[in-house]
């Protein structure tokens, strides 16, 4: 059974919760936590986030395993000390005005994501898998990235400042 995040902060509080093999929905997660909600050191494990909204939500110190964002819609929010281990990002909108900051992706796949007017700072990306993504007047700074596949990729007016690159890029060609 399914719990929206108001049930489950009434049984265990608003910080360092677990919340495992949760699927959450536009109908059902954030109904009391649109615009200016916190969240702090949750642990958000094999759960999935089908077709949400996050408008204007700030994660800190949160931990994402496992978890599925397909049709996610991430507007006005921030992530600062996240990780996101073995994680997807499918058919999303991490745009306008989000920002990531010392954030980690991991084994992470990111397909068919507009990352326009999104802000990443001092992020690192380590086995990371890009294809279809819209990067329009996006801001990386200090990135670390180890291990990055680059596929149909779309850049107008993105900055990316002192990238350092480690290991391998790799940029497959067209079938």
């Known amino acids: 059974m399914n719990k929206t995040l108001t049930s ?7 910080q ?35 077709g949400c909204e996050l408008l204007g939500v700030n994660f800190n110190f949160c931990f994402f395993e496992g978890c599925t964002f397909n049709d996610t819609i991430i507007r006005k929010s921030e992530f600062t000390d996240c990780v996101f281990k073995n994680c997807q990002f499918i058919e999303s909108q991490l745009t306008p005005r989000t920002n990531f900051f010392r954030t980690l992706f991991m084994n992470f796949q990111f397909s068919s994501v507009d990352f326009s007017f999104t802000f990443l700072c001092e992020c690192e990306f380590i086995e990371i898998n890009l294809t279809k993504i819209k990067f329009k ?8 990235t180890e291990n990055i596949t680059f596929n149909d990729l779309e850049f107008d007016k993105t900055k990316p400042m002192r990238i350092q690159i480690t290991n391998s890029l790799s940029f497959p060609k067209e079938i």
């Open 137 to 144: 007047e996006t801001s990386i700074v200090d990135p670390k």
């Open 8 to 14: 489950i902060f009434e049984t265990q509080g608003p």
């Open 16 to 50: 360092s919760l677990n919340i495992s093999n949760q699927s959450f929905s536009k109908d059902n997660i954030f109904e009391q936590f649109i615009d200016s909600s916190f969240f702090h050191q949750i642990n958000f494990i094999n759960s999935s986030f089908e």
